[in-house]
């Protein structure tokens, strides 16, 4: 799954839009193309790139902040689940009578 173009020349590389890059990582997933590109695309919209002048390294700049996004979003939701679990507990002192 190398979308890098090592192979190509360096001209190669750089005349490669964002359009095309999108649709390449798309359709390598294996994943529905059309919906994995319209995700892609809101992920590289939302770290500020455009997705017409993507390049590789911003789409990977774009997904590092996304995957860091959904760890601390997961980790935010771990914890308010925890905290809700905690305020459930019975104690030993609350089932004496």
Not at 7 to 14: A, E, G, H, L
Not at 15 to 30: C, D, M, R, Y
Not at 72 to 90: N, P, R, S
Request: no cysteine; net charge negative.
């Amino acid at each position: 799954m190398d979308v890098s173009k090592k192979n190509k020349s360096n001209d190669s590389v750089d005349k490669t839009n964002g359009a095309e890059l999108l649709e390449e990582v798309a359709t390598l997933t294996g994943l529905p193309p059309d919906w994995v590109q319209t995700e892609l695309t809101k992920i590289v919209t939302n770290s500020g790139h455009e997705p017409a002048d993507l390049t590789l390294d911003d789409l990977r700049t774009s997904m590092l902040a996304y995957l860091e996004e959904m760890q601390k979003d997961l980790a935010d939701q771990e914890a308010a689940e925890i905290a809700t679990l905690e305020q459930m507990a019975v104690s030993p002192s609350d089932l004496s009578h």
